[in-house]
């Protein structure tokens, strides 16, 4: 795991910002796009509850969250607490992580890209949902990925 992965972090561009908002407020509204949930978790300095927009992946009836900008703030305090809240109108489940091992990714990210490709396909910089196992673990330690528990 080279530390250039392991600290992947592509940070976001104004047009990111703002597409983020409208899903946020949408799911806030209790609108969920394409599976999308607004993350609640407690800031690991602050302790205070940080919010942003993701994409909930299932597979093989197990849910996932995948990180597609890398190592961002919200994976980073995702660690630190462990668990967090998914929120989608004035439903918060409350839920437990565990972050995937780079060999577990391939899978997953597999599926996240065949559903959320249009989405998020650029961040994955030339890898796609028929990319290789090869080719997926060569990335995978710039991905976290969590199983919801």
């Given at each position: 795991m080279?530390?250039?992965?392991?600290s992947?972090?592509?940070?976001?561009?104004?047009?990111?910002?703002?597409?983020?908002?409208?899903?946020?407020?949408?799911?806030?509204?209790?609108?969920?796009?394409?599976?999308?949930?607004?993350?609640?978790?407690?800031?690991?300095?602050?302790?205070?509850?940080?919010?942003?927009?993701?994409?909930?992946?299932?597979?093989?009836?197990?849910?996932?969250?995948?990180?597609?900008?890398?190592?961002t703030?919200?994976?980073?305090?995702?660690?630190?607490?462990?668990?967090?809240?998914?929120?989608?109108?004035?439903?918060?489940?409350?839920?437990?992580?565990?972050?995937l091992?780079?060999?577990?990714?391939?899978?997953?990210?597999?599926?996240?890209?065949?559903?959320?490709?249009?989405?998020?396909?650029?961040?994955?910089?030339?890898?796609?949902?028929?990319?290789?196992?090869?080719?997926?673990?060569?990335?995978?330690?710039?991905?976290?990925?969590?199983?919801?528990?």
């Amino acid at each position: 795991m080279s530390s250039s992965s392991t600290s992947r972090y592509l940070v976001p561009t104004r047009l990111d910002n703002a597409f983020g908002a409208v899903i946020a407020r949408l799911t806030r509204m209790g609108v969920s796009v394409a599976g999308s949930r607004v993350l609640a978790v407690r800031g690991r300095t602050s302790g205070e509850w940080r919010t942003v927009p993701v994409n909930l992946m299932t597979v093989d009836g197990v849910r996932y969250l995948v990180a597609p900008r890398g190592h961002t703030q919200w994976v980073r305090n995702l660690r630190a607490a462990g668990g967090g809240e998914l929120r989608l109108g004035r439903r918060a489940e409350e839920f437990t992580v565990v972050e995937l091992a780079d060999a577990a990714k391939p899978p997953v990210l597999r599926a996240y890209l065949r559903k959320w490709a249009w989405e998020v396909g650029r961040f994955f910089e030339g890898i796609s949902a028929s990319s290789s196992d090869e080719e997926l673990l060569a990335v995978a330690p710039g991905f976290p990925v969590f199983r919801i528990s």
